[in-house]
């Protein structure tokens, strides 16, 4: 375990290049095995804890994987396992993401219960109701799902809630379903779509309007391809607001803008000028300048194309030193605020009402030691860290080792005094 200690109120300035989507690049890592003596190729995959526990997951069942930077190449054999080991399972909740492919693949497969952050209740219901109307028999036993299904059929599924992860694993079970599969109320985020990008390279038919909702066309079988991992929005949004929160400014490379396009329009709301600039090659980034005090702003966080929830703590953190009330409604998931606690002990007014979080602005946050509850509150006590007087020390870093690539690095280079320690 490590932590973090902060110099807080230094302006941050310069630029950063954003990194792969670490929520794109999972699924499709775990797409990897509706292959069958073939490999895959992507490109632009973060160096972070949750890919090497994909790897390692995926190596446990059979494939041969091999790194190069931001580049892994997926070979996988004609003969796999059909049952996954607990240990990378409990480490991140994504692991259920080979619940899908590994059915189809197999006819069967045992997947213990994951774990990952405690951000309250993310069962995996929809995702079993969904083989289920697929002709998959499911039992959950010991701590571990057990679901078998000599042929999945193609159906028309639609989802009680548009689950990124139900919508990915239904879309990677039916690719080698026999006919026709239409997912309503399907997810939306941009991640759903790069899934979609790589199983069309793999030779899949698939339609996604996005509008919720998407159609696969069931195929005997895959063929290999390469396909590049979208950039992160929630870490470019991460820069972005370090920029905001500390009096900087701050360029982001590498932008999809409408994939940031929420936290975009309630920075504007808050008063935050920024700018956008397009090179030669059509590559986007986005400049946030210097502001004095945020105005408070409404939140309300909703699935995509709405305000992201892995946006909630780090846009709470900005908005502690707004200069009047804030309001932050939680929608997603439950018990995500949890740290406001840790932000309170820096000197910010927070309230907790049921699912929303009462924000009054203070003229300043102090340093103080503060613990990471999940990977982006601990992202969120970091801008908190690097906004505040004084010293901070966030502790649990792993969590946010999760999701940022080299963090320290990156905020170093733009102008912030911090240091990683062992605990």
Do not use: W
Request: one cysteine or more; aromatic letters at 4%.
């Amino acid at each position: 375990m490590k932590s973090v200690k902060i110099k807080g109120g230094v302006p941050l300035h310069g630029t950063v290049r954003s990194q792969g989507a670490k929520n794109a690049a999972l699924p499709m890592m775990a797409a990897c095995l509706l292959l069958k003596g073939e490999q895959m190729t992507l490109d632009n995959v973060p160096k972070l804890q949750d890919v090497e526990t994909m790897v390692e997951l995926l190596c446990s069942l059979g494939a041969s994987i091999k790194q190069d930077g931001n580049k892994i190449i997926f070979d996988v054999p004609e003969n796999i396992s059909h049952e996954a080991d607990e240990a990378p399972v409990r480490k991140m909740r994504a692991s259920s993401l080979v619940l899908g492919p590994l059915l189809a693949r197999c006819g069967s497969v045992v997947l213990p219960l994951p774990g990952g952050c405690s951000i309250g209740s993310r069962p995996i219901d929809l995702h079993l109701k969904g083989l289920v109307q697929m002709g998959a028999s499911v039992e959950i036993k010991n701590g571990r799902v057990h679901a078998s299904a000599k042929h999945l059929r193609g159906r028309r599924i639609y989802l009680d809630f548009p689950s990124v992860g139900a919508t990915e694993n239904l879309m990677m079970a039916a690719v080698l379903a026999k006919g026709e599969t239409i997912i309503e109320n399907a997810a939306r985020e941009p991640e759903i779509e790069n899934l979609a990008s790589l199983l069309r390279n793999m030779g899949v038919r698939i339609d996604t309007e996005g509008t919720g909702y998407i159609r696969v066309n069931g195929v005997e079988k895959v063929t290999a391809c390469i396909e590049r991992v979208i950039p992160d929005r929630i870490e470019i949004c991460t820069y972005i607001l370090a920029g905001v929160m500390t009096g900087g400014e701050v360029k982001v490379y590498d932008v999809a803008l409408d994939h940031i396009a929420a936290l975009l329009a309630k920075l504007e709301e808050a008063g935050v000028s920024f700018s956008v600039e397009t090179d030669a090659s059509g590559e986007h980034s986005v400049t946030v300048h210097p502001v004095k005090k945020l105005s408070p702003i409404s939140i309300k966080t909703m699935p995509y194309p709405g305000f992201p929830t892995d946006m909630q703590p780090q846009i709470v953190a900005a908005l502690t030193l707004s200069k009047g009330v804030s309001l932050v409604e939680e929608s997603v998931f439950q018990a995500r605020f949890l740290y406001a606690a840790e932000l309170n002990r820096m000197g910010a007014n927070i309230g907790i009402k049921g699912d929303t979080a009462v924000i009054q602005g203070v003229k300043s946050l102090s340093g103080a030691t503060v613990q990471a509850t999940d990977l982006r509150a601990g992202a969120a006590l970091i801008l908190a860290g690097l906004a505040a007087k004084g010293e901070t020390r966030v502790e649990n870093l792993e969590h946010v080792m999760r999701g940022y690539e080299d963090i320290d690095e990156k905020l170093r280079s733009l102008g912030a005094e911090l240091s990683l320690e062992p605990e």
